[in-house]
């Protein structure tokens, strides 16, 4: 096709002018998500840039990121933010909203990073009832070191490091992190959602929104685990591992509401 | 200065007291002997005065809310002891890298392991080389008194602040523990402005972010030398130290800390005897007093170091004198603090065999 050709083509006229449905988030970055295709990944970080959006609190968030995949959070998200040692973005979190009691501190941490090396943080920051946001990517795998096994690896699940399959026997079970910490008094809200279907990005659209939104009660501890993927190392086309999650990893750990905030408790 | 108050205090509450002095925004920190009365009386007061007080789950999280912390803007200070600060290494390495000011403060007890209570002047090497990995290094200041306890805390923040850089204040549990009297001063406490720090993304400025990720080789490498560049400065202008008859000696003592006292006293018992002894006594182990060491070899014929550790410190004299001299160590360990006479015996034991 010659140029003038194609110019032509590409030209709206006024009559078809497209109506906006769909754009960038305002505060994700410009640059290339580093992800791999069809990671689950992606979607919670355009989800935390949206939320942020619409509740209008850029100016007071600071978010924490994690050693894993999302370790260059910061380069997605344009929020003033702080990278945390393996673990330790609990810690960190709470030593930011100790000296700024009034902004909105989130931390994002994967399986390994929250559920195995950065569990006694992660359980003292929830017993404390640090006002904070907690995003937990679970995604049954160590991501960003090459698919070994999680705290998280569900039984006779094959990674480098379980390659006969997670013998539970002598590796344990896997994780329950929402059932684990939503029974103390400082979780405040505890859900577990999912970013493999459409339906499932809305609610936790929503979850992440509540849990920030609570934050200025000042009452607690929002946990939110996102059930994710990892076709890299699961060695699935992304496909699959929408089949993978809704056959296997949904059984093992149930979406929905751990702990909800009662109504009362939603008073200022 | 204006005096504010005279008083008999132990170590670790002079150094804590003065944390509250220099307007400390918030303290992390976990307990351990010989420091818990640096947590117990920051609960007890600083809580009332304004200031955020917790205690960690671990020293792994005190450090780590070290960092948040100071990545948020704050003036910040966690204190431990040996093994405690052994678990902080790795956010050390990170704070150094993403070049946090914050105090943390070492009243060292003794090791290796579990070891002892007792003070030690064990964790030399672990304060000065960086005990974490990579190439990074503290501002690491080694008071002798409880004065000092008090007063290198408002040095500490300053030189934090100037050099966005982590200071350490090596103490030990002698000095932690003994009481002595403490002047506090009326002070004009500065707090520096913190564009870098992240209070939350305002329209007019870039995101502020603290990492110490570089992944990119190049990226590393130029950090590197930027910090390499700031410890250059930091050695130009940073060096600390004191002097008791080093001017005329031909025998030099280099001690630090609580040593550093007990050489004194070597030092008159010395001079009593005829003998032309002095004593160099580093107040910054890093910087080290390097250049003032290699100004006094010419006039000396020996120099030994005396610390309360196996010989750490005695590296660096010898780097200092370059093999002109001969240099030696005495030292003892397990927390037992050598007296006057032994070390004055060692000494002339040294002089004798030159
Ligand atoms: C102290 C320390 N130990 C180990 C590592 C190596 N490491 C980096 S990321 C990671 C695991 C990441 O897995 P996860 O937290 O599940 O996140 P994902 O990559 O799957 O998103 C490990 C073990 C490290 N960086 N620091
Ligand atoms: S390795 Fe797995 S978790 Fe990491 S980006 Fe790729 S798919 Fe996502």
């Known amino acids: 096709m010659n140029e003038e050709k194609l ?17 960038r988030p305002v505060h994700l970055t410009e640059t290339r998500l580093h992800y791999c295709p069809g990671c689950g990944h992606s979607t919670a970080h355009k989800l935390i840039a949206e939320v942020v959006h619409e509740l209008g609190i850029v100016t007071k968030t600071i978010g924490v990121a ?29 030593g930011i909203k100790r000296v700024l009691p009034d902004k909105y501190v989130f931390t994002y941490q994967g399986d390994g990073d929250l559920a195995a090396i950065g569990i006694a943080e992660t359980i003292h920051a929830v017993n404390r009832g640090e006002n904070i946001l907690i995003i937990f990517i679970n995604n049954a795998i160590y991501g960003m070191t090459s698919g070994q096994m999680a705290p998280t690896t569900l039984p006779g699940m094959k990674t480098t490091t379980s390659p006969y399959g997670r013998d539970t026997s002598s590796m344990g079970m896997p994780l329950k992190m929402c059932e684990l910490i939503a029974p103390l008094k400082g979780a405040f809200y505890v859900t577990r959602q999912a970013v493999h279907t459409a339906t499932n990005v809305r609610k936790a659209r929503k979850a992440i929104l509540n849990g920030l939104k609570y934050q200025t009660l000042g009452k607690g501890t929002c946990f939110i685990e996102i059930i994710s993927n990892c076709p890299s190392n699961w060695k699935m086309t992304p496909v699959q591992t929408i089949d993978f ?15 909800v905030p009662k109504p009362e408790d939603l008073k200022q | 200065m204006e005096i504010l108050e005279t008083k008999l205090m132990k170590g670790n509450e002079a150094l804590a007291e003065a944390a509250i002095q220099a307007k400390c925004d918030a303290y992390f920190g976990y307990p351990i002997t010989p420091q818990s009365e640096v947590l117990e009386y920051l609960s007890r007061e600083m809580t009332v005065r304004g200031g955020v007080v917790l205690q960690a789950e671990s020293e792994v999280a005190s450090i780590n809310m070290i960092y948040g912390a100071a990545g948020a803007g704050a003036r910040v200070m966690t204190t431990s002891s040996s093994p405690g600060i052994s678990l902080m290494q790795e956010g050390l390495s990170y704070i150094a890298s993403a ?9 060292n007890r003794g090791g290796p392991g579990l070891g002892t209570i007792q003070p030690s002047q064990g964790d030399y090497f672990q304060s000065t080389k960086g005990g974490g990995h990579g190439d990074y290094r503290l501002i690491v200041l080694a008071p002798n008194s409880v004065q000092e306890m008090a007063d290198f805390v ?7 602040d100037k050099y966005r850089n982590p200071v350490l204040i090596l103490s030990d549990g002698a000095i932690g ?15 520096p402005e913190k564009s870098w720090a992240t209070t939350g993304k305002h329209p007019h400025r870039e995101r502020n972010i603290i990492t110490s990720l570089f992944i990119q080789p190049e990226k590393m490498e130029q950090v590197n030398l930027s910090l390499l560049k700031k410890y250059k400065e930091i050695e130009a202008n940073e060096v600390r130290y004191e002097e008791v008859n080093a001017k005329d000696a031909e025998f030099l003592l280099v ?21 032309k002894l002095g004593l160099l006594r580093p107040i910054t182990l890093y ?19 005396v610390e309360m550790n196996a010989g750490q410190m005695v590296e660096d004299v010898r780097l200092a004198v370059n093999g002109k001299i001969p240099v030696t160590h005495y030292g003892r360990m397990g927390g037992i603090i050598p007296s006057p006479e032994e070390v004055l015996e060692k000494v002339e034991e040294f002089i004798s065999n030159i």
Not at chain 1, 15 to 22: D, G, K, N, R, V
Not at chain 2, 177 to 191: A, G, I, L, S, T
Request: aromatic fraction near 10%; include cysteine.
């Open chain 1, 7 to 23: 110019e032509q083509q590409n030209t709206v006229t006024e009559e078809e002018e497209f109506e906006l449905i769909y754009e």
């Open chain 1, 66 to 94: 994690p050693v894993g995949c999302a370790v260059f959070a910061y380069d997605y998200l344009n929020i003033d933010m702080q990278e945390a040692a393996h673990g330790r973005a609990c810690a960190v979190a709470t």
């Open chain 1, 245 to 259: 999650i809704e056959k296997d990893m949904i059984p093992y750990y149930p979406l929905g509401d751990v702990k």
């Open chain 2, 99 to 107: 070049q946090l000011p914050c105090l943390i403060v070492n009243v």
């Open chain 2, 154 to 160: 408002f040095l500490g923040f300053e030189l934090a």
């Open chain 2, 177 to 191: 523990q003994m009481m002595e009297k403490v002047v506090f001063y009326k002070r004009d406490v500065v707090k």
């Open chain 2, 255 to 275: 001690a630090y800390g609580l040593s550093s006292r007990i050489s004194h006293k070597v030092v008159d018992l010395a001079r009593h005897k005829g003998l």
């Open chain 2, 287 to 305: 910087p080290f007093p390097t250049k003032r060491i290699e100004e006094l070899v010419p006039q000396l014929k020996g120099a030994m170091t």
